[in-house]
């Protein structure tokens, strides 16, 4: 079984910046795809990033390239969302997930695991 813990969110104003944490224990260390995904009210999940825990390129939706960054701490299980440039239309709950055998990365039917969210809101 694998647990997912996000935190980090609140409340930000648009052009700020906010990091949000996902900290995994379990039996998936150092194996897999962790990926963020957030929903925003009467939406569906939306992929944000992801990132292999070998390594290897990041993968970001298009919304967010160049405004957030993904990484992960090894050593510490945990893997980060660093966003900057922050903007309204991202405000959602963020949603940390895990995969051991991912082919389709921003697709959330993919994902075994997921995390209870966490909210990010940013007001204009």
């Known amino acids: 079984q694998v647990q997912l813990v996000e935190s980090g969110g609140g409340l930000v104003q648009a052009g700020g910046s906010l990091r949000i944490s996902c900290a995994a224990s379990g039996q998936m260390f150092n194996t897999g795809v962790m990926a963020w995904f957030r929903q925003a009210p009467g939406k569906d999940y939306e992929f944000v990033a992801a990132v292999t825990w070998k390594g290897g390129s990041p993968s970001y939706h298009d919304s967010v390239k160049g405004r957030f960054t993904i990484s992960r701490d090894n050593a510490r299980n945990t893997v980060y969302l660093q966003m900057t440039s922050l903007k309204p239309e991202d405000t959602a709950i963020y949603y940390c997930?895990?995969?051991?055998?991912?082919?389709?990365?921003?697709?959330?039917?993919?994902?075994?695991?997921w995390g209870q969210g966490t909210q990010v809101t940013v007001s204009s």
């Open positions: 997930a895990a995969g051991r055998t991912i082919l389709d990365i921003p697709k959330p039917d993919e994902y075994d695991y």
